[in-house]
């Protein structure tokens, strides 16, 4: 059974800071995806890793993939308030046939403080 | 403008009754997936579809319902079987295939009189 693991599950952090979560999970998969969640709202996609090794920036934010370590991270530089909201991590798994579907981790609030 | 509609917004369950939550999908996405999610649990999946007629079951598919006769359209029916369907459902679209990102709609949330 796949399991994504993320962590801090929370961080409160201060406007200017850097940060990183991390994303580890437990079987071989070379898909991973990274999502924000602003409360009470959907899912928006923010990055898609497809190979080992990685690196995709928008912003403030750089997400990286090493598969041989099953490790993804998500660095936050000199954060922003705007950056406030959940953060999830997830990872395909092949279901059989042509069926891929995700698993996602459990998030990791990110709150910044002026 | 192309995306995933969900209705509705917010949608209350009596004791033993059915409820059916909409997603319709004009991206012209093969593969759509329903969700759960609740407080700290991060995303489950419920059920999910690759091709007109044809679904599997998720992780957590005891007590729901899918159909999928279009291929804009993934209704999820809650059953009275489902004993603790208070949460956050999400329904996702996608091309289909590994490397694919998800199209999310905004949500439905579920409670219970």
């Known amino acids: 059974e796949l399991k994504v693991e993320q962590n801090p599950l929370f961080l409160s952090m201060q406007e200017g800071k850097n940060y990183t979560i991390y994303c580890n999970y437990s079987t071989t998969s070379d898909r991973l995806y990274w999502y924000r969640q602003d409360p009470g709202k959907s899912l928006e996609s923010l990055f898609v890793l497809l190979s080992n090794g990685a690196v995709k920036q928008e912003g403030r934010l750089m997400a990286s993939l090493d598969t041989k370590a099953r490790l993804s991270t998500l660095h936050i530089t000199a954060a922003v308030h705007d950056l406030s909201a959940t953060y999830f991590c997830?990872?395909?798994?092949?279901?059989?046939?042509?069926?891929?579907?995700?698993?996602f981790g459990k998030g990791t609030l990110l709150t910044v403080n002026p | 403008d192309g995306g995933i509609t969900q209705s509705p917004k917010y949608l209350f369950r009596k004791e033993g009754q059915n409820v059916t939550l909409s997603c319709e999908q004009n991206?012209?996405?093969?593969?759509m997936y329903w969700y759960r999610q609740d407080p700290g649990q991060g995303l489950r999946l419920i059920y999910y579809?690759?091709?007109?007629?044809?679904?599997q079951k998720g992780d957590i598919a005891e007590g729901y319902s899918v159909s999928r006769e279009k291929k804009e359209s993934f209704p999820l029916t809650v059953t009275s079987a489902q004993k603790n369907p208070t949460a956050f459902y999400l329904c996702?679209?996608?091309?289909?295939?590994?490397?694919?990102?998800?199209?999310f709609g905004s949500g439905t949330q579920l409670s219970v009189l």
């Open positions: 991206l012209n996405h093969d593969a």
């Open positions: 997830a990872v395909d798994r092949y279901g059989g046939g042509s069926n891929y579907k995700l698993t």
């Open positions: 996702a679209s996608s091309t289909g295939g590994s490397g694919e990102k998800l199209f």
């Open positions: 579809s690759q091709i007109v007629n044809d679904f």
